[in-house]
């Protein structure tokens, strides 16, 4: 989340860096009129009157800095610190940008040469199932398979009850006709 920046002094007074002090004092007056708290009138609420107070103060801020030759080129370098570090940070984000620029191309060819693993396998499974005779059953699954047909065999000979419902099961399992629609006679 960025800042919003900051106003400066020179801002605050509407001045260039290059003022001279008279153009500093002037510039101060002028600012001073136009936003002293006294101006408001009776009907301004307390938070425009605090608004404008804080306003002012900023000025009479700004003119007391401006105005002092050592504060002021202190004040400069000060600005020009931010400006230095304010240029790092842009170049930062440049740096940033063409990571991140960087990385989304990687991402994007690690994508692509998935899909055309995926792909390969897909080919290879499809030709494999063509020419691969089908799986031979194991001793075992032929055993268990034995074994199953025998138990129902059993089941058939010595339970009636279990023919009948082998019987029922079969006819749920056909497909029934569908009985003709009823047509209501009206007279």
Same mark, same amino acid.
């Given at each position: 989340?960025?800042?919003?920046?900051?106003?400066?002094?020179? !801002? @605050? +007074?509407?001045?260039? #860096?290059?003022?001279?002090?008279? %153009?500093?004092?002037? *510039?101060? =007056?002028?600012?001073?009129?136009?936003?002293?708290?006294?101006?408001?009138?009776?009907?301004?609420?307390?938070?425009?009157?605090?608004?404008?107070?804080?306003?002012?103060?900023?000025?009479?801020?700004?003119? !007391? @800095? +401006?105005?002092?030759? #050592?504060?002021?080129?202190?004040? %400069?370098?000060?600005? *020009?610190? =931010?400006?230095?570090?304010?240029?790092?940070?842009?170049?930062?984000?440049?740096?940033?940008?063409?990571?991140?620029?960087?990385?989304?191309?990687?991402?994007?060819?690690?994508?692509?040469?998935?899909?055309?693993? @995926?792909?390969?396998?897909?080919?290879?499974?499809?030709?494999?199932?063509?020419?691969?005779?089908?799986?031979?059953?194991?001793?075992?699954?032929?055993?268990?398979?034995?074994?199953?047909?025998?138990?129902?065999?059993?089941?058939?000979?010595?339970?009636?009850?279990?023919?009948?419902?082998?019987?029922?099961?079969?006819?749920?399992?056909?497909?029934?006709?569908?009985?003709?629609?009823?047509?209501?006679?009206?007279?």
């Amino acid at each position: 989340m960025e800042r919003p920046p900051e106003v400066t002094h020179y !801002e @605050v +007074l509407g001045i260039l #860096k290059s003022a001279t002090p008279s %153009d500093i004092r002037r *510039a101060y =007056k002028r600012r001073a009129l136009e936003t002293h708290p006294d101006k408001l009138g009776l009907q301004a609420s307390d938070a425009e009157k605090e608004a404008a107070e804080a306003q002012f103060r900023s000025v009479c801020n700004a003119f !007391e @800095v +401006l105005n002092d030759v #050592k504060r002021r080129s202190a004040y %400069d370098y000060t600005l *020009a610190i =931010k400006a230095t570090q304010t240029a790092s940070r842009i170049k930062f984000s440049e740096g940033q940008a063409r990571l991140k620029k960087e990385r989304d191309e990687w991402a994007q060819r690690l994508k692509e040469q998935q899909q055309q693993r @995926v792909n390969a396998m897909r080919q290879a499974s499809k030709s494999r199932s063509f020419q691969e005779p089908p799986a031979k059953p194991t001793a075992k699954a032929s055993l268990y398979s034995a074994m199953v047909q025998e138990i129902i065999q059993e089941l058939r000979t010595t339970s009636q009850e279990w023919l009948d419902r082998e019987r029922l099961a079969r006819q749920s399992q056909t497909p029934r006709a569908r009985p003709a629609p009823r047509h209501s006679s009206t007279v």
